[in-house]
């Protein structure tokens, strides 16, 4: 008998156990994943958004979104400046919603816009984004949002908890980033280390969300 051929499995047999490690390869990466998904996971149910979309992208429309955006900054700032924890943010920003959305308006009457303003808390789904010297890996998000007139144009986003875009925060960033999960803060300020996992994590939350909707 051939010895090559002695060695051989039949090729139903081969079939089977290329199928076989195969199998074995994805349940051993989908392993490998599990704890940066609940970490990722973890974080998006610790941090509370703020998004703001314009009216349109005209550079006027755009113009005017920052100016809203500062408006609201200040104003926000206000309200939970003094906040520990994302419970203690979302009650602030929640009992104060008419306040800021009176901010938001007033700027957009101060620069000429007739545009309405409307300024709502909810949950939102985003995808990977970056930001200065962050990322944010996908997921829904506590969000506080900003929509001027059709809000069709290109938005603004950044983090009111833990505090990193609030004007206060600007020069204590590494102090708010120190207060956070070891393992979060290393997901938001190390994004070149999970390329790969931050997209397999956009991959599964937009499956989830579109199955939620």
Known sequence: MNVKN????????????????????????????????????????????????ANSDSEEDQAVKLLVRDSVLLETQKWYQGA????????AICTNLQSIQAAAQTALLANGSDDKVVVKVTEKYFTTRDYENFSLPAGKYRTLQVEIGEAKGKNWWCMVYPALCIPAAQKSNEKNLDEMPENEKEIITNPDSFQVKFKIVEWFEGLKSMLDS
């Open 6 to 53: 002695f060695f051989r499995l039949p090729i139903k047999n081969e079939s089977l156990w290329i199928k076989s490690i195969c199998s074995a390869l994805i349940i051993s990466i989908l392993l490998s994943f599990l704890p940066f998904a609940a970490s990722c996971e973890e974080l998006s149910d610790n941090v509370f958004r703020l998004h703001v979309l």
């Open 84 to 91: 520990d924890s994302f419970e203690e943010t979302n009650f």
